[in-house]
């Protein structure tokens, strides 16, 4: 029998995860994505098992990148009605394993991974398809992704002013108070995006909750729930009028109703963008299309795992 292989926790993968270490790779990580065989990353579309009797579903996402030699799987676990404000509606567990032999090296918690990586990857698609403005920004939604989203947004760009709404108003003044500068509370999405440059969506609605018509025209939009095909959070109007950039064209078009339902066609990944193979369209309404790819757990995986064996060996 082997070595043991090393548990590393949520706390220690926080430590480990800043998100200026994370976003260049995970540029390199879209930008392989996108390029078929030679980027050399292998990830099937995840497997999806819906535990329909709690509303809940069970995802399997593995991923295997040449470029980082780095061998992983996502276990993911998302349940629509929480029972319990303890229990997050997102659990998650990677496995990275040695791919030279196939021995499992270490099991790292996935959740800071999940709501780290997504957060970062709206920041590389924003910085590509931002407006020339980029003064108001608005967030649909208080819960992990938002906390998450907005820690990088912060980092990342100087909005003038920023915005978030929730379904309970309550939960969105937790938000405001919590995060660390100032976060206008609007009673209703529609005031907190009118006249947004930015717009993020991070709930888990199933039917929509940002519609074209309130959107300024030349908004960026990162759309980040609707991971099922029959969820919503946008609307026709923006789904028909916006040009949209997804992550993985295969994944989006198989797995978010914005796109099964709406029949919107998908303009470009953002990795292609990166690449340079298509371009960035700032001057029109864009919608950046996020379901969450497997390879960006992997390079975040190896980020932690490689931070944790420098200072435990
Ligand atoms: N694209 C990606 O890579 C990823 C996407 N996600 C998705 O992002 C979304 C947010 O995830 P978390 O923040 O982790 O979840 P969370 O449970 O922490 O927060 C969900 C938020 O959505 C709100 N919400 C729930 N039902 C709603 C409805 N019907 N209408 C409007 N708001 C509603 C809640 O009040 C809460 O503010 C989910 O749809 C999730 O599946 C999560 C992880 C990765
Ligand atoms: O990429 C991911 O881990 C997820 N996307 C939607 C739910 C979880």
Redesign the pocket.
Known sequence: MGEQPAFIGAKVVEKYLDFATLIPLLERALIHFSSGSEGGVVQPIRTIVPVAKYNGFL?V?PAYSKWDDALTT?V?T?YENKTSSEIPS?Q?TVLLFEPSNGTLKAVIDGKVI?DKR?AAVSAIATKLLKPLHTEILCILGSGAQAQSHYQVFIQQFSFKEVRVWSRTREKAEQFAKTVAGDVHVCSTPQEAVTGADVIITVTMATQPVLFGDWVKPGAHINAIGA?RPDWRELDDVLMESCVLYVDSKEAAAKESGDIVISKASIFAEIGEVLKGTKPAMTDKTTVFKS???AVEDTVSAKLVYDSWLAENK
Do not use: L, N, Q, R
């Open positions: 995802g996402m996502k993911v998302f997102h998650a999940t997504t991971c379901v969450g790819m």
